[in-house]
């Protein structure tokens, strides 16, 4: 059998913590094992608030034996002249147990030496497992730890008992006071005597008689289908379907070792308050499943997951109902007092929250804001700057009212409900909540133009007045969030297909502090390399090659949307081999024009040798084919065009000397070359390309 099952068993872990302490574990026990040289099977993990557990199948009974060498001293010192061993070859013999003619000669760096070959013996398995297991205990990384009773280690949470079995036999493992033993736990309240287990198998099923799920995986599943069937069983809403939110199945799932499902009912007039608020009042607060018909409306239920079974429905739900019915009346009204004030009315009020000491006010803020995506709207949405201006204006208004303070999580989805109501423009109203938008990695975009500009002026005016006062992410410090807004910005500009210039949006952003700042001069610069970075860091990371990225990058990443029309073209053609053969000259040339400016003429009458003269031929005639092609952004095209070039560079190079003794001939040929630098520089550097085909 070879088994290894270790539980930790402990008072109940906060949710958020079980999964990444078991992923930890799995990890790092297979990192051990390795480091050991012990070879396994399958390592499987299970967990509960109550419990945190390991199986490791199939685990070798021993480590294989070993050779190890072990160096002495150098050989003219361990042999004189004749041949015979000195005392230190003798005392070398004599410290490793062997005789003076089992030492061997080896050639170092350093010289010959003395070596002798020592068997190690492999360490049984028993006998390594107690140690690596104390000491996973303590490496587990919690958020949080705390300490308890007289103990001097910290865990997420008081330790109760230890299992530990290997191959059916206890592991004397402790930790503390605490020996392991061969017994867990079943359920706290409805079987909580100690239960002997002989391996992970047995351990899962009798922990399933006791009322103890311990597989993640399948708990999950009866929590789905608890919450399903608690809302078919329940009369009225048996027509409706649970919002199973993932985040919230989760943490359910690890706030329970066995899932009790029971339908609940609230007043229908709490169903005027805004869905997101009805929501986030039984997600966030309670960890209760809404309960919405086949058009996505919500009804007046709600599921809640127990911990314990459920004797009598009614009871329990009415337990539930009056815990949520405070807080929808506390919601209900906020939502009144709410609605006594509009939102336009509440901007003069923002002058009382400081976005930032050094930066002002969130009225100062907002006044950026309408500039900026003023701004922008001039240049890619001129027929709707009235509405972008009026959702920046807005943007900010919800930060002021009652619903809000109770439910962070809901500011811009609550300025547009209120902006709904208050008789705002629905597609202003859709901009405050979008402008957000995306909030995290692989959240949605915002569906308008207007949500999109009044996002990135607002994540813009963020960065440029951070990076101004030197508040720039190094390491692990990223007080503003900024790496998250970055990315946030590069995926509208990618995501609406936006073409606008980064520099001009910074420089715009920065003027927009005034007198306020006093930003030093490589703000702008050291801001949008800051961008670039996250650029090619987000395309690296979906799969782009950094070559290719770069290629395209570092000539120019002011547009981003151009800039990645021009990665997609370059990538799409690296695979060719004349691409790999042009891509090898293009460096030679970047190499012997890299001190040298653009801009310099081509004297025809200097062109003394018939590839040079081939070669400014083709050069003319590509460059003219592939300014529109440019223009237009046919990037793709205009990369088939330049590879015309490939022949007529690669006899240039055989046949011209470009360095040649005469300055006038030399500077005319490195203009030649420089005016080729340029047409290829307008897509990428290609020199950094390595060939794919």
Same mark, same amino acid.
Request: with cysteine; aromatic share 6%; net charge neutral.
């Given at each position: 059998m070879n088994e290894l099952l270790f539980e930790i068993g402990t008072e109940e872990i906060p949710a958020g913590y079980i999964g990444p302490a078991l992923r930890f574990m799995a990890r790092a026990m297979e990192d051990r094992l390795a480091a050991l040289h012990l070879g396994h099977g399958?390592?499987?993990?299970?967990?509960?608030?109550?419990?945190?557990?390991?199986?490791v199948n199939d685990l070798d009974p021993a480590q294989p034996d070993s050779?190890?060498?072990? !160096?002495?001293?150098?050989?003219?010192?361990?042999?004189?002249?004749?041949?015979?061993?000195?005392?230190?070859?003798?005392?070398?013999?004599?410290? $490793?147990?062997?005789?003076?003619?089992?030492?061997?000669?080896?050639?170092?760096?350093?010289?010959? %030496?003395?070596?002798?070959?020592?068997?190690?013996?492999?360490?049984?398995?028993?006998?390594?497992l107690p140690d690596l297991l104390a000491g996973l205990?303590?490496?587990?990384?919690?958020?949080?730890?705390?300490?308890?009773?007289?103990?001097?280690?910290?865990?997420?949470?008081?330790?109760?008992?230890?299992l530990a079995l290997y191959d059916g036999n206890i592991l004397p493992v402790a930790v503390e006071s605490i020996q392991a033993g061969d017994q867990t736990a079943g359920h706290r309240f409805m079987a909580p005597e100690q239960i002997r287990v002989s391996g992970f198998t047995?351990?899962?099923? $009798?922990?399933?008689?006791?009322?103890?799920?311990?597989?993640?995986?399948?708990?999950?599943?009866?929590?789905?289908?608890?919450?399903?069937? *608690?809302?078919?069983?329940?009369?009225?809403?048996n027509q409706g379907q649970p919002l199973l939110d993932d985040s919230l199945v989760d943490t359910v799932t690890n706030l329970v070792e066995i899932p009790w499902g029971v339908c609940g009912s609230f007043d229908d007039r709490f169903l005027?308050?805004?869905?997101?608020?009805?929501?986030?009042?039984? +997600?966030?607060?309670?960890?209760?499943?809404?309960?919405?018909?086949?058009?996505?409306?919500?009804?007046?239920?709600?599921?809640?997951?127990?911990?314990?079974r459920v004797a009598d429905r009614e009871l329990a739900s009415s337990g539930h109902e009056r815990v949520l019915r405070a807080r929808l009346e506390d919601a209900f009204f906020f939502f009144s007092e709410d609605r006594k004030t509009r939102l336009a009315d509440r901007v003069d009020q923002l002058s009382g929250i400081i976005f930032q000491r050094r930066l002002g006010t969130m009225a100062a803020k907002t006044e950026?804001?309408? +500039?900026?995506?003023?701004?922008?709207?001039?240049?890619?949405?001129?027929?709707?700057?009235d509405q972008v201006e009026r959702a920046a204006l807005l943007a900010k208004a919800d930060l002021l009212t009652e619903m809000v303070g109770e439910f962070p999580s809901l500011q811009g989805v609550?300025?547009?409900?209120? *902006?709904?109501?208050?008789?705002?423009?629905?597609?202003?109203?859709?901009?405050?909540?979008?402008? %957000?938008?995306?909030?995290?990695?692989?959240?949605?975009?915002?569906g308008s133009i207007i949500g999109a500009l009044v996002g990135l002026a607002d994540r813009m005016d963020t960065m440029v007045g951070c990076f101004a006062i030197g508040e720039r992410p190094t390491g692990n410090k990223d007080a503003f969030g900024q790496r998250r807004l970055a990315l946030g910005m590069i995926h509208i500009i990618l995501g609406l297909d936006l073409s606008l210039s980064l520099r001009m949006m910074a420089t715009t952003a920065l003027e927009g502090y005034g007198d306020a700042l006093e930003a030093a001069e490589d703000t702008v610069d050291e801001l949008l390399r800051f961008i670039r970075l996250r650029f090619e860091n987000d395309l690296v990371s979906s799969g782009l $090659?950094?070559?290719?990225?770069?290629?395209?990058?570092?000539?120019?990443?002011?547009?981003?949307?151009?800039?990645?029309?021009?990665?997609?073209? &370059?990538? *799409?053609?690296?695979?060719?081999?004349?691409?790999? !053969?042009?891509?090898?000259?293009?460096?030679?040339?970047?190499? !012997?024009?890299?001190?040298?400016?653009?801009?310099?003429?081509?004297?025809?009458? &200097?062109?003394?040798?018939? *590839?040079?003269?081939?070669?400014?031929?083709?050069?003319?005639?590509?460059?003219?084919?592939?300014?529109?092609?440019?223009?237009?952004?046919?990037?793709?095209?205009?990369?088939?065009?330049?590879?015309?070039?490939?022949?007529?560079?690669?006899?240039?190079?055989?046949?011209?000397?470009?360095?040649?003794?005469?300055?006038?001939?030399?500077?005319?040929?490195?203009?030649?070359?420089?005016?080729?630098?340029?047409?290829?520089?307008?897509?990428?550097d290609i020199s950094r390309m390595h060939h794919t085909g």
């Open positions: 399958k390592i499987q993990t299970a967990g509960t608030p109550r419990r945190l557990t390991l199986a050779r190890k060498e072990h !160096i002495g001293p150098p050989k003219a010192a361990g042999f004189d002249d004749q041949g015979q061993p000195t005392k230190a070859a003798l005392g070398f013999a004599r410290s $490793k147990g062997v005789d003076v003619e089992e030492l061997r000669i080896v050639t170092t760096a350093k010289g010959e %030496y003395l070596m002798v070959e020592e068997e190690v013996a492999g360490r049984k398995t028993a006998s390594l205990i303590a490496e587990i990384p919690f958020p949080k730890s705390m300490r308890w009773a007289d103990t001097s280690m910290a865990f997420a949470r008081p330790i109760q008992w230890l047995d351990y899962l099923q $009798k922990l399933e008689e006791r009322f103890v799920v311990a597989d993640p995986d399948r708990r999950r599943q009866l929590v789905i289908s608890q919450v399903q069937d *608690a809302v078919k069983s329940r009369s009225g809403a005027a308050l805004p869905a997101e608020v009805l929501v986030t009042s039984m +997600r966030e607060h309670q960890k209760y499943f809404p309960v919405q018909d086949n058009e996505g409306r919500l009804l007046p239920y709600f599921v809640a997951v127990n911990n314990t950026r804001i309408v +500039r900026l995506a003023g701004q922008l709207a001039d240049q890619l949405a001129p027929e709707q700057k609550i300025g547009r409900e209120y *902006a709904l109501l208050d008789g705002e423009p629905p597609e202003v109203a859709q901009a405050i909540h979008e402008h %957000y938008l995306p909030v995290r990695a692989g959240d949605s975009l915002p $090659k950094q070559d290719v990225v770069e290629a395209a990058t570092r000539v120019r990443c002011d547009d981003l949307t151009d800039c990645l029309a021009r990665i997609r073209a &370059l990538e *799409a053609i690296a695979t060719r081999e004349e691409f790999a !053969i042009l891509a090898g000259a293009f460096k030679r040339i970047r190499n !012997i024009t890299k001190e040298l400016p653009a801009g310099g003429s081509i004297d025809p009458d &200097l062109l003394r040798e018939d *590839a040079e003269k081939d070669l400014h031929v083709v050069v003319s005639r590509v460059g003219a084919e592939v300014e529109p092609l440019l223009r237009r952004g046919a990037y793709d095209e205009a990369l088939a065009v330049l590879l015309q070039m490939k022949q007529p560079v690669d006899t240039f190079f055989d046949e011209v000397m470009v360095m040649c003794d005469d300055p006038s001939l030399r500077r005319n040929r490195l203009n030649l070359l420089i005016a080729l630098r340029s047409l290829v520089l307008q897509i990428g």
